[in-house]
């Protein structure tokens, strides 16, 4: 248990009306990374941090924009949500060997 | 052509059966290899790190062969309890990871 929680866990909001998905972790891990899964794309990286206040776009950052302030918190914001971001988000640290840890994900549909 | 790629099955399997998958990947700077298993609605969870000697944990085998870029997991005795989809990982130097879309597995009675 890599000690990584996400809030909410299931969401549903109406195409235009900003989302934040909240990641939290509790043993102080550098990296932090947002995904998102869809059926026939698998994992896609959205956005990740490498420290506090260092962040950086994956490969469907469009739509998506994030801020950690602290260590310990990731968010994912969706400024304007619309039906193609709906997904499941899962946010995931990364340990030393590289090996990446998953939280249990937020479900998000945007009608 | 994706970067990492898998046979997406389903494999359907008895239980105690030997069943194997594949994932092959296309870039040769990559340097650390995984399997992740997830349940249905459920988050990825490592099963095994793949290291270049290969390496085994009770009837889970991984393998990586780099100069034909693909990586392998066995499983011996298939339980009920591996139906699972198997997702791969492959790593840069630079960081970068790459999940393949999945290997789903039902091991039947």
């Known amino acids: 248990d890599a000690g990584i929680t996400q809030s909410p866990r299931h969401k549903v909001t109406e195409t235009g009306t900003p989302v934040t998905l909240r990641c939290h972790q509790t043993?102080?891990?550098?990296?932090m990374y947002w995904y998102r899964q869809d059926p026939g794309h698998g994992l896609r990286l959205i956005h990740y941090?490498?420290?506090?206040?260092?962040?950086d776009k994956g490969e469907v950052s469009d739509g998506y924009s994030v801020s950690r302030s602290k260590t310990e918190d990731f968010l994912l914001t969706l400024e304007s949500a619309t039906s193609s971001q709906t997904s499941v988000y899962f946010c995931?640290?990364?340990?030393?060997?590289?090996?990446?840890?998953f939280g249990p994900g937020t479900r998000l549909t945007v009608l | 052509r994706k970067e990492v790629e898998q046979d997406p099955g389903p494999f359907n399997v008895p239980e105690g059966a030997t069943v194997a998958f594949n994932c092959t990947y296309s870039n040769s700077a990559s340097q650390s290899f995984f399997w992740y298993r997830q349940d249905c609605r459920k988050e990825p969870k490592l099963l095994m790190s793949v290291y270049s000697s290969g390496n085994e944990d009770g009837r889970f085998t991984a393998q990586l062969n780099r100069a034909s870029q693909y990586i392998s997991l066995l499983i011996r005795d298939s339980k009920l309890s591996d139906s699972a989809t198997y997702l791969c990982?492959?790593?840069?130097?630079?960081?970068?990871?790459?999940f393949g879309d999945g290997t789903t597995l039902t091991v039947k009675p």
């Open positions: 043993e102080n891990h550098r990296y």
């Open positions: 941090s490498y420290g506090v206040k260092d962040t």
């Open positions: 990982v492959v790593n840069t130097n630079a960081g970068k990871s790459t």
């Open positions: 995931a640290i990364k340990e030393r060997d590289n090996e990446q840890f």
